[in-house]
Nanobody, 123 residues
């Protein structure tokens, strides 16, 4: 079973910033593409940002381009999602997961959803 430990969520005002760490084993980070997904109340999961295992390619949903940055710290076996200029519509539970290569990039995950971390942005 693929295991990810998400953290860093919280409550912020509109325009604020948060950084979400996602810790996983070195094997997972070296083998799988990794992504951040989110689920807002009453909505489906959506791919927010993904990073290939090589670190050479990234994906950002149109709604977060220019505001979010995905990165990886190999020494800490951690993938980060830096979220700036947060908006109320970014409110959701954010999940870190391995990205399936059987579908378009950053659209489906491998395995099941973890616990996620709640991000709430007030207006």
């Amino acid at each position: 079973q693929l295991k990810f430990v998400e953290s860093g969520g919280g409550f912020v005002h509109s325009g604020g910033s948060l950084r979400l760490p996602c810790a996983a084993s070195r094997f997972i980070l070296n083998y799988y593409d990794i992504g951040w997904f989110r689920q807002a109340p009453g909505k489906e999961h959506e791919g927010v940002s993904c990073l290939t295992s090589s670190g050479n390619n990234t994906y950002y949903a149109d709604s977060v381009k220019g505001r979010f940055t995905i990165s990886r710290d190999n020494a800490k076996n951690t993938v980060y999602l830096q979220m700036n200029s947060l908006k109320p519509e970014d409110t959701a539970v954010y999940y870190c997961a391995a990205v399936s290569r059987a579908y378009s990039f950053c659209s489906r995950i491998v395995g099941s959803w973890g616990q996620g971390t709640q991000v709430t942005v007030s207006s």
